[in-house]
């Protein structure tokens, strides 16, 4: 049977039925739709005023290529200027590859780019060595954690090199459900707390940081990009099949099929959480060692490079910190706390 003509045009036969609400198009306008509803996305949140120096976060991989791709087709109508800042997190066999992309794209859309390395920013440290240093120990489950919160980093220090106002990333509305998901599972309510809307203001002196694609689902992303014919890289992380993001994905997929709208109804269940007080994370603070926004006397980062520079990656996050905000130093024949690295 011949594919039905597109239902915007109708002049061109329709290429794709949108998954979530059915309707059939011809590939242009799909992506005239997707980058319409990105636009509306960033208008209606007020997330990029005109005359904002955009730092997009550039992994490569399939979304911030979209995202890279949909702001530079609509810069000119939102008046803002665009800086493409990739992360080498020291991850052999794979980052490599993914920036080789990068700079291809930086090449062929005339965008300025700028590489940041963890080993640079952080005393040496790569993804590659805290994975040893947490070998064997059942932590290198929680290395996406650590990559995360070093990542996020890293993110906003390259933006501050380029003067960007503001940091976009490429996260789609699979990528946020699963994290409301396994906040949820993991009882994390300080996270869920933040985890809502489309970015976060900037507080504490951190650039404001949004993610224009999370209403879009990822298979309109894969869409976007085929009938762009963008070229990104699209290999999994070497680390990525340890992450508890993997079952949050699985779980997610079953759910999917039974009810369609899942991903999105938790992407706004997490927008209208509201929460006792009792349960909403401390005010936040300064951290006492780089001054970035911390909820206690260490940022996430300094405490997680304190951990490793200490040999003791387990103290570095979440329920485990106690040691390391009472300022002094464990000996490390010392048993560590219980406690649970959870990861991203
Ligand atoms: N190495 C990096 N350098 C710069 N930005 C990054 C890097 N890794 C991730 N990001 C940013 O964080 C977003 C989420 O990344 P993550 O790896 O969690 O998800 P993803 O769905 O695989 O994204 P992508 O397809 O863009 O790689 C990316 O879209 C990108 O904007």
Known sequence: MPAPPCAVCHAAR?????????????????????????????????LLPPGA???VG???????????????????????SLQLVAVDEGIGGYRDAALAAVRRQAARWELPLTVVAYADLFGGWTMDAVARSTAGSGRSRACCTFCGVLRRRALEEGARLVRATH????????????????NFLRGDTGRLARGGGLGSP???????????????SQKEVVLYAHFRRLDYFSEECVYAPEAFRAHARD????????????VLDLVHSAEHLALAPTAQPP??????????????????????????????????????????????????????????????
Not at 58 to 76: C, F, I, Q, Y
Not at 313 to 325: C, E, M, N, V, Y
Request: include cysteine; aromatic fraction near 2%; glycine fraction near 10%.
């Open 53 to 55: 120096v955009v730092a």
């Open 283 to 344: 005010p936040p603070g300064a951290c006492t060692r780089c001054g970035a926004l911390a909820s206690r006397s260490l940022c996430q980062a300094c405490a997680l490079l304190d951990g490793l520079d200490r040999g003791r990656p387990r103290l570095a996050i979440g329920k485990g910190r106690r040691g390391l905000d009472e300022g002094a130093p464990r000996a490390r024949a010392q048993p560590p706390p219980a406690a649970v690295l959870p990861d991203f």
């Open 251 to 262: 779980l997610l997929k079953s759910l999917e099929a039974a009810r369609p709208s899942v």
């Open 14 to 46: 329709a290429a794709l039925r949108r998954p979530r609400s059915g309707q059939a198009l011809c590939g242009p306008c799909f992506c005239a739709a997707f980058e319409a509803e990105v636009l509306h996305t960033v208008l209606a949140g007020s």
């Open 167 to 182: 940091i976009v990333t490429g996260h789609n509305a699979d990528d946020m459900a699963e994290t409301v998901l396994m």
């Open 58 to 80: 550039a992994s490569g991989g399939k979304d911030s290529t979209v995202l890279a791709h949909v702001l530079r087709e609509l810069a000119p109508r939102l008046g803002i």
């Open 202 to 216: 900037g507080e504490g002196g951190a650039l404001p940081r949004c993610r224009p694609l999370q209403l879009a």
